[in-house]
Nanobody, 121 residues
C-alpha cells in the first residue's frame, strides 16, 4: 500500500487547511486509518484516527473541536480549522493493521511520506 498525502502549506494562525491522503489499494478501505504529526524537535504524535467505516473517530486533546477526520473508501482527509502555531509539523497519514480505530503508531502498518503544515503567528 502506498499513501500520498497532500494539502499542506503555510497559513496564518486562525486559518484552515484540508489534508488529503490517497491510498494506492482499495484494501485500505477495510482498515482503520489515521493522521500523525511530528513537529520540530518533537516525537511523532497521534492526531486523529478513524475506523474502517467511519463510525468511530478519536482525536488528540490538542486538536479536539478544531480538526475533523473523515474518509471516503480508501481516501483519508483531515479538515483543520482555527490553526495555531503549535500545529506546525509534518503530517503523516497511515493505514492501520486492523479495521479498528487505533491511536498508537505501532498499530499502523503503512505510512505516507508526510506533508508540511506551517502556521505563522
Amino acid at each position: 500500500v502506498q499513501l500520498q498525502a497532500s494539502g499542506g502549506g503555510l497559513v496564518q494562525a486562525g486559518g484552515s487547511l484540508r489534508l488529503s491522503c490517497q491510498a494506492s489499494r482499495r484494501t485500505s478501505s477495510n482498515n482503520g486509518m489515521g493522521w500523525f504529526r511530528q513537529g520540530p524537535g518533537k516525537e511523532r504524535e497521534f492526531v486523529a484516527g478513524i475506523n474502517w467505516n467511519g463510525s468511530n473517530r478519536n482525536y488528540a486533546d490538542s486538536v479536539k473541536g478544531r480538526f475533523t477526520i473523515s474518509r471516503d473508501m480508501a481516501n483519508l482527509y483531515l479538515q483543520m480549522t482555527n490553526l495555531k502555531p503549535e500545529d506546525t509539523a509534518v503530517y503523516y497519514c497511515a493505514v492501520a493493521r486492523r479495521a479498528f480505530m487505533v491511536t498508537t503508531a505501532r498499530e499502523y502498518a503503512y505510512w505516507g511520506q508526510g506533508t508540511q503544515v506551517t502556521v505563522s503567528s
